[in-house]
């Protein structure tokens, strides 16, 4: 969940020019590096796997954008994009915190 919000951060400093494109696919590879990880409690999850096919299509499509130089499309996807929070919604409730 950090990973996808340090990613909109991202994308949301190049439209505003506090940033670059080269930042947000820094941030990009973290939130792949994250989901890669991910352990087996989140993975396995009913709300993860209810919006997994939305995840990896929002993650192909950011990338296209990121290799494109377009942070605004990047910034479209994630207004669009996956149920981030309801996918680990389940497997972090109890923690006090969103995340895993």
Same mark, same amino acid.
């Given at each position: 969940?950090?990973?996808?919000?340090?990613?909109?951060?991202?994308?949301?400093?190049?439209? =505003?020019? *506090? =940033? &670059?494109?080269?930042? %947000?696919? %820094?941030?990009?590879?973290? +939130?792949?590096?994250?989901? !890669?990880?991910?352990?087996?409690?989140?993975?396995?999850? !009913?709300?993860?796997? *209810?919006?997994? !096919?939305?995840?990896?299509?929002?993650?192909?499509?950011? @990338?296209?954008?990121?290799? *494109?130089?377009?942070? @605004?499309?990047?910034?479209?996807?994630?207004? #669009?994009?996956? #149920?981030? %929070?309801?996918? +680990?919604?389940? &497997?972090?409730?109890?923690? =006090? +915190?969103?995340?895993?």
């Amino acid at each position: 969940m950090e990973a996808y919000l340090d990613l909109q951060s991202a994308a949301i400093a190049a439209i =505003g020019g *506090a =940033g &670059t494109v080269d930042d %947000v696919r %820094v941030q990009l590879d973290l +939130f792949e590096q994250e989901l !890669a990880q991910m352990p087996e409690e989140a993975s396995s999850s !009913a709300g993860y796997a *209810a919006n997994e !096919a939305e995840i990896r299509q929002f993650l192909s499509d950011a @990338r296209a954008s990121v290799d *494109a130089g377009d942070a @605004r499309g990047v910034a479209g996807l994630i207004v #669009d994009g996956p #149920d981030v %929070v309801g996918a +680990f919604s389940e &497997t972090c409730s109890g923690h =006090g +915190f969103l995340g895993w």
